[in-house]
Nanobody, 122 residues
Framework: QVQLVESGGGLVQAGGSLRLSCAASGRTFSMYAMGWFRQAPGKEREFVSA????????EYADSVKGRFTTSRDNTENTVYLQMNSLKAEDTAVYYCAAAPLVGVRGTLYEYWGQGTHVTVSS
């Protein structure tokens, strides 16, 4: 079992920045690739970013490339999502998730956090 807890969400103006964190406990954090997903009101969940177990490989959705950066600290069992140049369309609940390998499909991910709300005002 892996328990994931997101933090760092909140209200920010368009053009601003937020840094989300996801703290993991339970089984060895470094055994898992980590992903970030989001779900906006009335929309389906979508992939945002992912990072490999060692952190050497990252993947991003086209909608966030160049604005969001994911990183991880395996000594702190934490994965981060730095979000810059935020837009109103980034408003969503953001979830972190753990998977055996890096991937963009939500079905690959075995463990999920409860989510943290991000609201971007225009």
């Amino acid at each position: 079992q892996v328990q994931l807890v997101e933090s760092g969400g909140g209200l920010v103006q368009a053009g601003g920045s937020l840094r989300l964190s996801c703290a993991a406990s339970g089984r060895t954090f470094s055994m898992y690739a980590m992903g970030w997903f989001r779900q906006a009101p009335g929309k389906e969940r979508e992939f945002v970013s992912a990072i490999s177990r060692g952190g050497s490989r990252t993947e991003y959705a086209d909608s966030v490339k160049g604005r969001f950066t994911t990183s991880r600290d395996n000594t702190e069992n934490t994965v981060y999502l730095q979000m810059n140049s935020l837009k109103a369309e980034d408003t969503a609940v953001y979830y972190c998730a753990a998977a055996p390998l890096v991937g963009v499909r939500g079905t690959l991910y075995e463990y999920w956090g409860q989510g943290t709300h991000v609201t971007v005002s225009s």
